[in-house]
């Protein structure tokens, strides 16, 4: 699998934005999708992940109530939702294929990787 995030930005605190990530392979809906976040220094922390047939999906407490996670198989695309952004939200965010079809929260149960999107939130 081959994925391919977009949608990054600049945009004031308060704002919205809405990343996509595009995959490549046959076995996009079979997989959990996830959206990790790193900044310089840092780890990559857990965002969201929808399972393979979207029936469930998990956030991070920092992003729950603000940010959506969703998928469309048919376009094998995952979506993210970004509302009423803050400055912390700051960072590269990455999607990622999971292992399998369930809702993983760390990276290493992750094995298919995007380059990432900046995205930048403004005070």
């Not at 840092?42 to 979207?54: C, D, E, H, K, L």
């Amino acid at each position: 699998v081959q994925l391919q995030a977009s949608g990054g930005g600049l945009v004031q605190a308060r704002g919205s934005l809405r990343l996509s990530c595009v995959a490549s392979g046959r076995t996009f809906s079979s997989a959990a999708m996830g959206w990790f976040r790193q900044t310089p220094g840092n780890a990559r922390n857990f965002v969201a992940v929808v399972s393979w047939s979207a029936a469930s999906t998990s956030y991070a407490d920092s992003v729950k109530g603000r940010f959506t996670i969703s998928r469309d198989n048919a376009k094998n695309t995952v979506y993210l939702q970004m509302n009423s952004l803050k400055p912390e939200d700051t960072a590269i965010y990455y999607c990622a294929a999971g292992v399998g079809r369930g809702t993983y929260r760390y990276a290493y149960q992750y094995e298919h990787w995007g380059q990432g999107t900046q995205v930048t939130v403004s005070s």
